[in-house]
């Protein structure tokens, strides 16, 4: 019998689930519960290969939690190869620079975080006491989004704002998505045989969320997403980085409030607000294959912002060992990477276009020509580095 680890990956209003081999990768049973609270609520999984499906109208978050466990429960041989459990906490604020194993010290420290991420720490918590309930004597491990970048330097983290605000309130740079930016450019060392200790890479994690960082020896520079994963690259409807002074601009001139200016910025922006169409950037994609304007000046968007950054954190790094592409749109959108690569040739970046529209599958990833700078496709896999953590914590 082989040794699972429980991932929880508990969203706002939705739950991802897993039992993750460590050293296999290995998923005999996972899925993802969606619009929890809502009519139109419902969970997916599968289980040793069979896919299920079933609506659950108006469930409660805690009500998800269970339906979940049951499911565990009522298989007793998945349900007796779990040896820990791992969570995904997005804000670890600068108390949690790697994962942690969850006491009362611990839970509060991630409850203290909760201004910070008062979206999704509280959905972390409710996952964490409802796995303690049922497996009480397991470890429970916190993964954090932002430990990974606990490495930047202050000049990278530090906005230029009354400095008291960072001492009083904690208000800096933080950055998310630390777990697939680790995960991926660790990866990306071993592809390349070299030590991951002295690589340069920039990472783009482009899914729903989007975000970019600068990684050096090991360790995380810079990155796009800042106080909280509004800032920075266009995302499906987040807007990425704009003027600050936007808002009271919408404030004083067309009589929105500071929530209106919020959600706006987060639900209604990105891909989906400038389009008008959709957030998905296929939809998008098709729309600018056919040709029609807003879908390509959408992508256009999309795709110049990121040049920049990338460019920004080649900058920082002083050289650059590969460009990774991971996330829904990273791992198999050739049409932005190609966009991307075209417009990054000052770097010595030559676009391999076989290689690029294979995603780099029969090419050991790598999708620019040989002996030009490396891009790399590669999948990202925070299930497998949570349980792999949470494994290592449980053992010692
Ligand atoms: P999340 O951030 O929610 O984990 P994903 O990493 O799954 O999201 O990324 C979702 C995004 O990936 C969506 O914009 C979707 O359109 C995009 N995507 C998925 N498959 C493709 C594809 N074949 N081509 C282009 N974009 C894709």
């Known amino acids: 019998m082989s040794s699972l680890v429980l991932v929880l990956n508990c969203g706002s209003s939705s739950i991802k689930f897993a039992t993750v081999n460590p050293e296999t990768a290995e998923m005999p049973f996972s899925g993802l519960v969606q619009c929890i609270a809502s009519p139109d609520a419902n969970i997916g999984w599968k289980l040793n290969g069979n896919k299920q499906k079933q609506q659950l109208p108006d469930i409660n978050y805690h009500e998800a939690l269970d339906f979940i466990l049951t499911l565990l429960r009522d298989n007793k041989e998945l349900f007796d190869q779990i040896i820990a459990v791992g969570h995904r906490v997005v804000h670890g604020g600068e108390k949690f620079t790697k994962s942690a194993v969850i006491d009362d010290e611990v839970l509060a420290a991630i409850r203290a975080c909760q201004d910070l991420a008062p979206l999704h720490n509280p959905a972390n918590i409710q996952g964490i006491l409802a796995a303690q309930k049922m497996f009480p004597n397991l ?59 002295e690589a340069a890479f920039v990472t783009a994690h482009l899914g729903n969320g989007c975000s970019a960082c600068a990684i050096l020896n090991g360790k995380s520079m810079d990155t796009s997403m800042g106080l909280t994963p509004l800032e920075g690259l266009v995302m499906g409807t987040r807007s990425g980085d704009i003027d600050p002074s936007i808002h009271a601009h919408l404030v004083d001139r067309l009589g929105y409030d500071i929530h209106k200016v919020t959600k706006m910025l987060n639900s209604e922006s990105g891909l989906l607000g400038i389009s008008g169409i959709d957030s998905d950037c ?38 650059i060992d590969a460009l990774i592409f991971t996330g829904g749109i ?26 690029n529209n294979a995603s780099g599958k029969n090419s050991n990833q790598l999708i620019t020509k040989d002996g030009s700078t490396k891009a790399l496709v590669i999948p990202t896999n925070e299930e497998l580095l949570i349980a792999q953590d949470a494994a290592t914590l449980s053992q010692e």
């Open 139 to 197: 470890t429970q491990t916190a993964v954090f989004d932002t430990a990974f970048h606990q490495t930047m330097p202050k000049e990278a983290f530090l906005y230029a704002l009354p400095y008291e605000l960072y001492e009083k309130h904690q208000i800096r740079r933080y950055g998310f998505h630390g777990t697939s930016h680790l995960y991926v450019s660790r990866q990306a060392a071993k592809v390349l045989d070299i030590p991951y200790e």
């Open 282 to 319: 296929r939809t998008l994609e098709d729309g600018a294959l056919a040709g029609d304007e807003r879908s390509i000046l959408t992508m256009d968007i999309f795709c110049y912002r990121l040049v920049k950054y990338i460019a920004a954190y080649a900058a920082v790094l002083g050289r």
């Open 330 to 355: 990273g791992e198999n959108s050739s049409f932005v990477r190609k966009i991307v690569l075209n417009r990054l040739k000052i770097f010595g970046f030559d676009l391999d276009t076989e290689r």
